[in-house]
Nanobody, 127 residues
Framework: QVQLVESGGGLVQAGGSLRLSCLVSGRTFSVYAMGWFRQAPGKEREFVAAISGGSGDITSYPDSVKGRFTISRDNAKNTVYLQMYSLKLDDTAVYYC???????????????????WGQGTQVTVSS
């Protein structure tokens, strides 16, 4: 059973930075494509960032976070990161990481494509 545990959320002022981490259990982390999604109250789950498996050569971001957020992975630590800069009030949400086992180098953007999900970590951006 694959388990994902997010950490690093918290309260930050607008313009500030946070780095989220997602630790994945198991010995074959490198074969998982990873993604970050977020969900604000009353809104649908929204794609934030994705990275392909292996060396993570392929990444994808929506326009809303492009240039501000960076996804990366450390296969030796079974961890995927989401570095967030220049945070805005609209970035307030619960952030989830997700994993999909695949041997295809792809950065999946659709939540339905992911098999495993973490419990989420709250990010609150204040003015």
């Amino acid at each position: 059973q694959v388990q994902l545990v997010e950490s690093g959320g918290g309260l930050v002022q607008a313009g500030g930075s946070l780095r989220l981490s997602c630790l994945v259990s198991g010995r074959t982390f490198s074969v998982y494509a990873m993604g970050w999604f977020r969900q604000a109250p009353g809104k649908e789950r929204e794609f934030v960032a994705a990275i392909s498996g292996g060396s993570g050569d392929i990444t994808s971001y929506p326009d809303s976070v492009k240039g501000r957020f960076t996804i990366s992975r450390d296969n030796a630590k079974n961890t995927v990161y989401l570095q967030m800069y220049s945070l805005k009030l609209d970035d307030t949400a619960v952030y989830y990481c997700a994993a999909r086992r695949t041997f295809v180098a792809v950065a999946e953007t659709q939540p339905s494509r992911y098999t495993y999900w973490g419990q989420g970590t709250q990010v609150t951006v204040s003015s």
